[in-house]
């Protein structure tokens, strides 16, 4: 028999109490009473049903994860598994977490987070592991405890959560993503768009046309009572730009539109009934720019003579002839997984750059 290194809470001489539970733990597993991904019972559990010192148990289990047999969860609770195999187990999956239903994403060509679906799964078969979907409404609010007890190389999560929630994660076992969100308090993985430089670099253009009244349009989440992180970032780089060329910004310039504005919404007629007018609007995505031009056109305006437009996309832009900041989220995506193979501390902060594409919705100003 191979000599051990003695380690502490070991009996010393002949075959040790604690080899003797470890040959028992082992049989359990390798003859299928604790199948791969099996949440074992406490070393306290153990230590009872054994009739001996957890520290025994604990040295037992030791062994075991050395070899292999026996591994940790999210939870910190130990779990079966097979040393060398290529199960779930083994390998440790990737769990994405999305806060609404998955079918509804994908049925949408292009919807942001269908491309972040993809990158994800791009992202795990770079670590080479398998991807676990988890996707509900009510993932918003709760852990998916059944998931977290299956061995996670880590976790990535999609759509806005709650601090508390956010929190939650972070105390996990295993690293954690959070995917098309700027970084956050929660000692978590971030990964997003460059939006700050997105929208520098757009406003900039805007002002080299000779735009000087430019209104910024973000985003209000009514569903989580709360302004769109991702726009509070570009509105940063919106004053930026000015800064930067040596402009002082309009005041007035920031408005905030919610999915339920119409045409004649406060914000709509702020926008277009300013004195003196905005000649330029920079919107933080597709949908909030192509109100704007369909509010304008209904007031007799000219898209771009009268009003310039620029906005935000995807890749797969669902209105290419909107000038706009290109954004490659599969690529957020990958990114974002490709952190889970690195340690859970310090957090880290992975930002993909976005490319201006040029539409049919920005011109200079009209003479004055």
């Known amino acids: 028999m191979t000599k051990r290194k003695s380690r502490r809470g070991r009996p010393k001489g002949g075959v040790a109490v604690y080899e003797g539970i470890a040959g028992r733990l082992r049989a359990r597993v ?18 009872q049903e ?10 037992a289990v030791a062994d075991l994860r050395e070899e292999g047999w026996i591994g940790v969860n999210a939870r910190r609770r130990l779990i079966a598994q097979t040393p060398g195999g290529a199960s779930t187990a083994t390998l440790g999956a990737v769990l994405e977490v999305l806060g609404n239903p998955l079918d509804h994403a994908l049925s949408n060509r292009d919807s942001v987070v269908a491309e972040l679906h993809r990158g994800i799964g791009m992202g795990a078969a770079e670590l080479h592991a398998p991807v676990v979907t988890a996707h509900d409404d009510r993932l918003r609010t709760h852990l998916p405890s059944d998931l977290l007890r299956i061995p996670l190389r ?27 969100r700027p970084q956050n308090k929660v000692p978590v993985h971030n990964a997003g768009v460059d939006n700050r430089q997105a929208a520098q670099e757009a406003t900039a ?11 910024f349009v973000g985003y209000i989440l009514m569903w989580h009572s709360l302004v769109d992180p991702d726009a509070e970032e570009r509105k940063e780089g919106f004053f930026a730009a000015y800064r930067q060329a040596g402009l002082p910004p309009p005041r007035g310039a920031v408005f905030r539109i919610s999915d339920y504005d119409k045409f004649d919404s406060p914000p709509l007629r702020g926008i277009l009934d300013a004195k003196p007018p905005f000649t330029a609007v920079l919107a933080t995505d597709q949908n909030r720019a192509k109100l704007i031009i369909d509010a304008a056109r209904a007031r007799g305006m000219a898209v ?18 909107i000038s706009s900041s290109r954004v ?9 997984v490709l952190l889970l193979g690195k340690p859970r501390r310090p957090p880290l902060d992975a930002r993909v750059k976005a490319v201006w594409v040029e539409g049919r919705t920005v011109a200079p100003p009209r003479a004055t």
């Open 30 to 47: 390798t003859g299928g009473a604790w199948p791969a991904g099996t949440v074992l019972p406490s070393l306290e559990a153990l230590a």
């Open 50 to 59: 054994f009739r001996v010192g957890v520290r025994v148990v604990r040295s």
């Open 154 to 180: 880590g976790i990535a999560l999609i759509w806005p959560y709650p601090g508390k929630l956010l929190a939650s994660y972070g105390r996990l076992n295993v690293p954690v993503v959070v995917i098309d």
């Open 205 to 215: 253009r805007l002002l080299a046309l000779g735009h000087r009244r430019i209104a």
């Open 304 to 321: 771009p003579k009268d009003l310039s437009v620029a906005c935000f996309q995807p890749l797969t832009a669902n209105h290419p002839e």
């Open 328 to 336: 490659d989220f599969a690529e957020v995506g990958r990114q974002g």
